[in-house]
């Protein structure tokens, strides 16, 4: 079946201007977690949900991100006023139920560039 | 913050040398896993250890969970070319109010030259 698919693969964007990354997750999965991942490191945790409902939203930057979920499937992050250090890989994944032993099944990333 | 510290940060040796990659946390973990990454793609989970001292093995591959689970081990014998890539080693601490929410350690950086 499908994995879990993100758009754009890559996008490229001026100082200021506002991005949002979509995650489809895997038909039927409860949880949808977003990271944000630099070059040769491990992924950093941003949000997390379980259906529409944001769980843990404690590792997002600051104000300038958010996320929704509105019907339980798929996931928009949505950065304002966009900044060179918002540059990086942001991943997205999902999970069956979101239980602790669960698998977390990752997308491909969109690769953000901020000029 | 749950931190994981992995070590070494990079890896290089040569095709059927034995390498370990560690894990390690002040934390206790209800459940560790690892993950490999190929260049351009997403992690993939290799394993899950939840118990205390649990060993578990997967063809070459050897993972292990620490008797207070703050801490895990990798460890591959002779390892072959199709084993580059990034490994990482990722905590849950469930119980609190984000259950599922991993902790990711940086990675080790390993390469095999034929």
């Known amino acids: 079946g499908a994995g879990v698919s993100q758009s754009p693969r890559y996008k490229v964007t001026k100082r200021g201007q506002d991005v949002a990354l979509r995650c489809d997750p895997i038909s039927g999965h409860v949880s949808l977690y977003w990271y944000r991942q630099a070059l040769g490191q491990g992924p950093e945790f941003l949000t997390y949900f379980n259906y529409e409902a944001q769980q843990d939203k404690s590792g997002l930057p600051n104000d300038r991100f958010s996320a929704e979920r509105p019907e339980g499937s798929i996931s928009t992050l949505t950065i304002q006023r966009t900044e060179q250090r918002d540059s990086a890989m942001y991943r997205c994944?999902?999970?069956?139920?979101?239980?602790?032993?669960?698998?977390?099944?990752f997308g491909p990333g969109t690769r953000l560039t901020v000029l | 913050t749950q931190l994981l510290e992995q070590s070494p940060q990079f890896l290089s040796i040569q095709e059927g040398e034995n390498l370990t990659v560690y894990c390690n946390s002040s934390?206790?973990?209800?459940?560790l896993q690892w993950y490999r990454q190929e260049p351009g793609e997403g992690p993939v989970l290799l394993v899950t250890?939840?118990?205390?001292?649990e060993v578990k093995k997967l063809k070459r591959l050897t993972f292990q969970f620490g008797d207070a689970r703050k801490d895990s081990s990798l460890h591959i014998t002779a390892a072959q070319p199709g084993d580059t890539g990034l490994y990482l080693c990722a905590g849950d601490h469930a119980g609190g109010t984000s259950y599922g929410k991993l902790t990711f350690g940086q990675g080790t950086i390993l390469t095999v030259h034929p």
């Open positions: 250890v939840v118990t205390g001292g």
């Open positions: 994944a999902s999970s069956l139920t979101g239980q602790s032993t669960d698998t977390q099944y």
């Open positions: 934390s206790v973990f209800s459940s």
